[in-house]
DNA sequence: ATAGACCTATTGGTATGCCAGTGTCAATTT
DNA sequence: AAATTGACACTGGCATACCAATAGGTCTAT
């Protein structure tokens, strides 16, 4: 399968803005890009429009475009949704796993241990990647699994600082445990449960809190800018 | 504001989809469209980019593109995922809905009941689809209300299958009262099991059922056609 | 009759030029 | 000095042309 440019540079430039490398609110410059790849503007075009489809940059009309900047009452409500899914994941699977799958799961939960053990970070969120994707396969709801996949992307560039919490490696590790026990014995609510706080640390308090807060006309980036979108 | 062609184009083509003017596995010609509304390959690949993107339409490579053909696995799999975020707003709406909103609520119930009592399907179906938007709404989650707008349009096409049940207008009514009984009251537990199983009508036993179906290799549509995405 | 080798219309992808609307900045005016 | 105005560059949107790849059919030979 031959991929067209347009592709290879929305890859390119979702890699970047997942990893960092272009940061929320940066700058992309259309020609830039163009000579960049060596392009013209319709693959360029083309690959902007795909971003912003899947929420990762935004335009502001005869502004520019910009690596997509989320604003904290947003993120909360997106990982309020990603706690949900993960939850939801885990509930489906806590029923529907079969025993190759729970195997799979456990190797993938016994590297996460290795890393976590060996202290090295990255390594622990690759098979912390895994070990999530073993589940949402488990769920045995493809659109589901594809659903949270997307999100989990589209959260990306904000993850890493929930992550670099001091410790929060070895208690995610610790919540893991809990999450394949509950799956392993079929308790589907346990496991829900589990997934939904393992994601939202603190459960749904925090972002109710936000909520009634905003609510008293508190919030305080509302001359953010106009972050146009649809 | 002034709306691009390819914006109407691919509101015009969104629409019809929706409303089944075009029903699923028709052919969209790509110089028929530039013809019928005076337009240019651009803009018309330009909306077919993005009606790929919300999942309506898919593309074959060298074949050509047609609306989507949802198959009955993944149809399940949309619903559960469908019922889980209208289940997720009617919990956080019974914690977090104000007077305002509960209001509106209530006179959006209202307006359902005088259509059922009227047995005007067509118009209980919008009325019903305000209800469900006020729900939305009162979760108080922007992220979340707009996903479950997003699918719910992608699941349109096929919801009037459901719909034409006889007799489902009653029922479906009934529940409604004990959704907004539920919100009222702030049970959160009880709006998201009310909504949830209001949206799956016989909860997941029967995609359980299905799933583990399936997995025997029972599934009787893999030959339907390789349904290509992504 | 069937398998295999061309042939062609269709589709997908890209480059490029043009035009209109608008934000920006500077010059001019009061 | 502040405000108004005006020019210009930039951005977005569209049309058009060109090229490559291939699906699908046709033709041929055994």
Redesign the interface.
């Known amino acids: 399968m031959k991929r067209s440019n347009a592709q290879r540079l929305r890859d390119a430039l979702e890699d970047d803005i997942i990893n960092g490398r272009r940061a929320p609110g940066e700058r992309l410059d259309a020609d830039a890009l163009c000579h960049e790849f060596g392009v013209s503007r319709t693959p360029v075009r ?1 690959a902007v ?2 971003l912003v ?2 929420g990762l940059v935004t335009v502001s009309p005869k502004k520019g475009t910009f690596v997509a900047r989320i604003g904290i009452d ?1 993120l909360i ?2 990982f ?2 990603m706690a ?2 993960e939850g ?1 994941c885990g509930r ?1 699977a806590a ?2 796993i ?1 025993q190759a799958e729970l195997e799979v799961l456990r190797q993938a939960h016994e590297r996460c241990e290795v890393a976590a053990r060996a202290g090295d970070s990255d390594d622990y969120y690759y098979e912390n990647e895994a070990f999530h994707d073993c589940i949402y396969l488990a769920s ?5 699994a594809g ?1 949270a996949r997307q999100l989990k992307q589209r959260l990306k560039p904000y993850r890493r600082l929930q992550l670099q919490v001091r410790q929060r490696l070895m208690s995610s590790l610790e919540e893991h445990r809990d999450i394949v026990a509950a799956i392993e014995s079929g308790d589907a609510a346990g496991a829900e449960q589990a997934l939904r706080e393992h994601v939202l640390i603190q459960g ?1 308090r925090f972002s ?1 809190f936000v ?2 807060v905003r ?1 008293f006309g508190l919030g305080r980036e509302a001359m953010d800018g106009g972050e146009a979108s649809r």
Chains 1, 2 share one sequence.
């Open positions: 083309e429009q795909q489809a899947s947003e409500e997106m309020e949704v949900e899914l939801m489906l029923r529907r079969d045995h709801n493809g659109f589901l659903e749904e109710d909520s009634s609510r």
